[in-house]
């Protein structure tokens, strides 16, 4: 068997409700593909006519097959009854943009979602008994959803919350965690990691 005939087809991402992670598997399924640029700019238009030439009309019609192919892709990431909520489906560009409007939320919405993601982060400790792993995966899943909301985040940001925000049971590892790191560049696996031995 040659190299060309185990390759294996990556899944296509199932919008499945949550359009924020879609979108993002979608939009790098699509440049792998490399037809993201035919989503995020649709097919030129290229003057029709008399005056437009052989190599005009070819790189169009190549155009129109790479935005087939790209369309062909969204419509197999989304269910029957969301394509049919689309009124446009002229182009990929079309259906990304109309999916996007329907999607994504209003400006109004988003503020309000981060505005509750911040408080939640602000609020965050680990609770009596709670895993070390466990506090870190509620703690990453508010900082990423905060990220997706178009917020940056540092990753010493985090370090520093969940530094603060550990049980007391914790107090001696995270004072040498201080003392002995520079928390700028400690990577939160890192960090993990130090706080996992001492669990």
């Not at 990556?10 to 939009?27: K, N, Q, T």
């Not at 699509?30 to 005056?51: C, F, P, Q």
């Not at 979602?113 to 506090?135: C, D, I, P, S």
Request: with cysteine; hydrophobic share 35%.
């Amino acid at each position: 068997m040659t190299f060309e005939n185990s390759f294996v087809q990556p899944a296509i991402p199932r919008l499945d409700g949550h359009y924020d992670h879609w979108s993002m598997l979608m939009e790098n399924f699509l440049r792998s593909k490399e037809y993201w640029n035919l989503v995020e700019t649709g097919i030129t238009t290229v003057a029709r006519g008399a005056d437009s030439s052989d190599l005009q009309k070819k790189t169009l019609e190549e155009l129109k097959l790479k935005d087939l192919k790209a369309k062909n892709y969204l419509f197999q990431a989304i269910d029957r009854s969301i394509l049919e909520t689309i009124l446009k489906k002229d182009t990929a560009k079309d259906i990304w943009d109309s999916l996007k409007q329907k999607y994504q939320g209003t400006t109004h919405v988003k503020r309000a979602q981060l505005q509750a993601l911040r408080k939640e982060f602000k609020v965050l400790h680990m609770k009596t008994g709670e895993t070390v792993n466990n506090y870190f995966g509620r703690t990453l899943i508010i900082a990423n959803k905060i990220r997706v909301h178009g917020e940056r985040m540092e990753d010493v940001v985090i370090i520093e919350k969940i530094l603060r925000s550990m049980t007391s049971k914790f107090d001696y590892v995270v004072c040498s965690i201080e003392e002995s790191n520079d928390l700028d560049t400690l990577s939160i696996d890192e960090l993990q990691s130090s706080l996992l031995v001492h669990e």
